[in-house]
C-alpha cells in the first residue's frame, strides 16, 4: 500500500489487524503470471529464519596473550555458505508466502520445489517482491521514528530547537 492512500485504523484487538495478502504479477517470456502471497508475520518472518542455521567460521588464528582461536569471518567459502544460507531462509519464506500448492511437507520440502521448478526469473521477481515489501515495512518504521526526535523534527541533536519537547508526534496530532 503506498502512503498516499494510507488511512489511520485504531486496532482494538489483534481481529482488527488484516492479514495483508497481494497478487504478485511476474513477466516470464511475454506472458505474466499472478502469484497470490501473504505477508509473514514478524514472528513467522523470524521463525523461518531460525530454521537454518549459520555456518561455523573457520579458525583464522589463535590470539598471542589468550591462546583463543580467533575466527576468520573473511574466509571466502565461510562468505559462500553465508550467502547460501540467507537464500534457503528467504526460499523457505516464500514457500511459505505463496498462496499456491507446493508440494512438500515442510517448508524446506517446498522450498526444494520452488528451486527446481520456477526458472530464475520468476524465483528472482518473487523474492524480490517479498523483500522489498519486509524492506517497505522496516523503512516506514524508520520514518516514523524519525518524528519522534525533538520536536517531531526528525532532528535528534534539536537544532535551533530551544525550550521545544522529546514528546514527538502523536497520531491525529500531526
Do not use: W
Not at 500500500?1 to 504478485?24: E, F, G, P, R
Not at 516470464?28 to 523470524?46: K, W, Y
Not at 555456518?55 to 574466509?75: A, E, F, L, M
Amino acid at each position: 500500500m503506498d502512503d498516499t492512500h494510507a488511512q489511520h485504523k485504531t486496532i482494538a484487538s489483534l481481529n482488527d489487524v488484516d492479514t495483508v495478502t497481494l497478487d504478485v504479477e511476474v513477466e516470464d517470456n511475454g506472458d505474466i503470471l499472478v502469484f497470490p502471497m501473504r505477508l509473514l508475520t514478524h514472528f513467522e518472518h523470524l521463525e523461518i529464519g531460525y530454521e537454518v542455521p549459520n555456518p561455523v567460521p573457520p579458525i583464522g588464528s589463535i590470539h598471542p596473550t589468550t591462546k583463543q582461536p580467533i575466527p576468520d569471518r573473511n574466509d571466502p567459502t565461510y562468505q559462500m555458505n553465508m550467502q547460501r544460507a540467507e537464500a534457503e531462509r528467504n526460499y523457505r519464506r516464500l514457500a511459505a508466502s505463496l498462496n499456491i500448492d507446493i508440494p512438500g511437507s515442510t517448508l524446506a520440502e517446498k522450498a526444494d520445489a520452488l528451486k527446481r521448478s520456477l526458472n530464475a526469473n520468476i524465483m528472482r521477481q518473487l523474492l524480490t517482491m517479498m523483500l522489498s515489501k519486509v524492506a517497505e515495512g522496516e523503512a516506514r518504521i524508520a520514518d516514523r521514528a524519525a518524528t519522534f526526535h525533538r520536536n517531531g523534527t526528525g532532528d535528534p541533536a534539536g537544532a535551533g530547537a530551544v525550550g521545544t519537547s522529546d514528546a514527538g508526534s502523536v497520531a491525529g496530532t500531526e
